[in-house]
């Protein structure tokens, strides 16, 4: 408890995000997609641990989890409640982050916070366009040669994120 009680209550907050963000996400889904109490159970334990170590590879586990539930969840169709899961999934990264800015007495500061939220807040209005997107071609035929225009959309933009890091290495 000593621990606890030498959080500020920001760190404290992001810390309940950390707990409950993953859970509510997998709950998220339809009723008839909620899983069996061990896997709830499972997630719960991964969400503790992420909440005490946000730096840790529990937390990479814990969202890999849900994140697998939600494709198991979503096999036959495009749930409405995939929308809240990836807000909640946004919310548990994004806390994690703040949290793992320097150490643990350090306070979250509003210009760090405000900063992240912003950008949360950008991703956030790309959930419910894929989710609308997802909807539109559901049940379509899939076009031949999409995998192979992803793939190569990829590989354009992760060395294009190279060649841009490398630059900006070089100036500094």
Known sequence: MSLLARETRA???LRAVLLVAPVLAVLAARPEDVPNGWFLALTLVLSV?????????LGTMCLGVVVFWWMLAAGDGVPVGAVPAA????AAHVSSVLLSYGPSKLPVGPALSGRWLRRAAGVAVAA???W?????VDGQPEPPGVWVSGLVCAVVVCIVAAIAVTVREDEA
């Open 87 to 90: 807000l909640l999934l946004l």
């Open 132 to 136: 609308l997107v997802a909807v539109a």
């Open 49 to 57: 641990g992420f909440a005490a170590m946000p730096e840790s590879a």
């Open 11 to 13: 760190r404290l907050l």
């Open 128 to 130: 419910p366009l894929v």
